[in-house]
């Protein structure tokens, strides 16, 4: 392959993100249009944000960077980051961070391919790697995926994690992936047990080298949380001897997991989500010294749930009965949002909100059986391969994902389309679709000529819903609303 005087192979990273550069270059009108970030100029002209300083920014080439300047179109750096879902989805990327850097400047970093996974080997003495035993193991950039066929929702091991549902939803079933994955993934950690139901979810935890202490009656928890409350405090002294801000894991100081099988029965360590109660303070301190709570919940009583669930960062919410539960262990309005645990039938699945799409993801975990070798840790989970093309990497994240999208008249009343006019947000036809792409070029094929042509695509909106039903219902409203005419026209054909 050669490009500007310079021979590489065709697989070279210099190859790989001077096409990634040129995806988001030749993208960015269509994707900005796509987000209702343009205006009309001049004539027949069309203005876009700005876009400059294109490089690529990471050794693979998978990452490309661009300033942005929002005054071109009268916009701000907030409305980008606010729409900046349609953009992404637009231009078929992974993902899009966008930085502020002055009201109407911005740096944006698109992804056009997921991170890749990183491994821990304690054995690897290789310098080259950076997660060799004797080097820092960071894990804030260390997501556990808690679905391995789309790697969407994903939790951190920095921080104490909530899983409510009802019973047989797949708790324990969840906290047997989640051990799975770290020895996959040979993660050091110790683990402190409190299986109060007569040790019937993790008994086999009780004999696992890598358990510290196991109770499995309610009269033994106290002892077992102070003694958890204490090894934290000696981490943190010692980070302080050392001059440390946070700990990173290591074999002789690994991360401590203190796993509750049932919630409720520790409230007299929690005190009604009191921060300075026994338990409270490891929820709150913890994440520095990697002393971490894994707590479960049958959701028996939803008003604890709601006074103890601000003290976990990271929730969970499998399988429930009600709305009014889902929201007792995610937060208010989570239903709302998007997270419809009470209509969840299969064992397994469930919601998470997670950090980087800022949205609630569903997730099914898989089915955990040989629990003795994960106590012993081994794993029983076959690992999924990456996808092994580009069409395959969108439709896994494509998956559980439904857009929603408005087609806009190219005129009204015969003339162009002016912003002040009564009708400029009126569209056309409004439709729903896991696949925009092949859904456009289905219109294309199956609407007669007249009606495609009339359409305005540089001003068509897409919008990324994480389940059907919602984009189905926002479908209605509009539909509902607008009376587009082409939609009117279809009905009646």
């Known amino acids: 392959m050669s490009l500007f005087g310079l021979s590489f192979p065709f697989y070279s990273p210099l190859y790989k993100g001077t ?13 900005t249009s796509a987000a209702d970030l343009t205006i009309p100029g001049s004539g027949r002209k069309i203005l876009v944000p700005k876009l400059t300083d294109i490089s690529i920014q990471s050794e693979t080439g998978s990452d490309i960077t661009a300033l942005v300047d929002m005054a071109t179109v009268g916009a701000t750096a907030r409305d980008l980051e606010r729409r900046i879902e349609t953009v992404t989805a637009s231009l078929h990327a992974y993902s899009t961070k966008v930085e502020r850097i002055s009201p109407a400047l911005a740096r944006i970093t698109v992804s ?59 708790k324990s079933n969840l906290v047997w992936y989640l051990l799975s994955q770290l020895n996959h993934h040979n993660i050091p950690y110790r683990l402190w047990v409190i299986d109060p139901a007569g040790g019937v979810e993790l008994n086999d935890l009780e004999t696992s080298p890598r358990t510290r202490q196991y109770v499995d009656r309610a009269r033994d928890i106290p002892p077992l949380v102070a003694k958890f409350r204490e090894s934290m405090d000696q981490r943190l002294t010692n980070l302080k001897k050392r001059g ?36 409270g303070e490891v929820l709150t301190a913890g994440r ?4 971490i709570v894994w707590g479960c919940s049958q959701l028996g009583e939803k008003l604890a749930i709601g006074q103890i669930r601000d003290l976990f960062p990271q929730r969970i919410c ?44 569903k997730f099914h975990a898989p089915l955990v059986r040989e629990t003795l070798s994960i106590a012993s840790g081994g794993t029983t989970v076959p690992t999924t391969p990456p996808p092994s093309s580009r069409a395959q990497q969108l439709r896994a994240r494509r998956k559980g994902r439904t857009f929603l999208y408005q087609f806009f008249p190219d005129t009204i009343g015969g003339q162009t389309p002016d912003p002040n006019h009564p009708q400029y947000n ?8 896991d696949n925009p792409r092949r859904r456009f070029k289905e219109h294309e094929k199956k609407w007669p000529q007249a009606y495609w042509s009339q359409i305005n695509h540089r001003r068509t909106k897409i919008q990324a819903f994480p389940t059907w039903q919602q984009a189905k219902d926002m479908e209605t409203d509009l539909i509902a609303y607008y009376q587009p005419i082409f939609n009117v026209q279809e009905r009646s054909a």
């Not at 990634?20 to 269509?30: D, F, Q």
């Not at 520095?288 to 002393?291: Q, Y």
Request: overall charge negative; aromatic content about 6%.
């Open 19 to 31: 096409r990634n550069a040129s995806r988001l270059r030749k993208g960015w009108a269509k994707g």
């Open 112 to 170: 056009f391919d997921p991170p890749p996974r990183p491994h821990y080997d304690p054995h690897n003495n290789d310098p080259n790697n950076p997660y060799q035993s004797n080097q820092l193991l960071d894990l804030e950039q260390f997501p556990i995926f808690l679905d391995p066929t789309t790697q969407d929702a994903a939790i951190l091991l920095t921080k104490s994690l909530l899983i409510g549902g009802e019973a047989e939803s797949g």
């Open 244 to 279: 440390q801000r946070r700990h990173f894991p290591t074999i002789a100081e690994p991360v401590e997991i203190c796993i509750i099988d049932e919630l409720l029965l520790c409230k007299a360590q929690l005190k009604d989500g009191d921060a300075a109660s026994p338990l």
């Open 288 to 291: 520095k010294a990697l002393h």
């Open 318 to 361: 499998l399988r429930t009965r009600s709305q009014d539960i889902t929201d007792a262990v995610l937060g208010s309005n989570a239903t709302t949002d998007g997270a419809v645990c009470h209509r969840i039938t299969a064992r397994g699945e469930g919601y998470v909100f997670t950090d980087t799409s800022q949205m609630f993801e």
């Open 426 to 433: 009126r569209p056309c036809y409004v439709g729903i679709t």
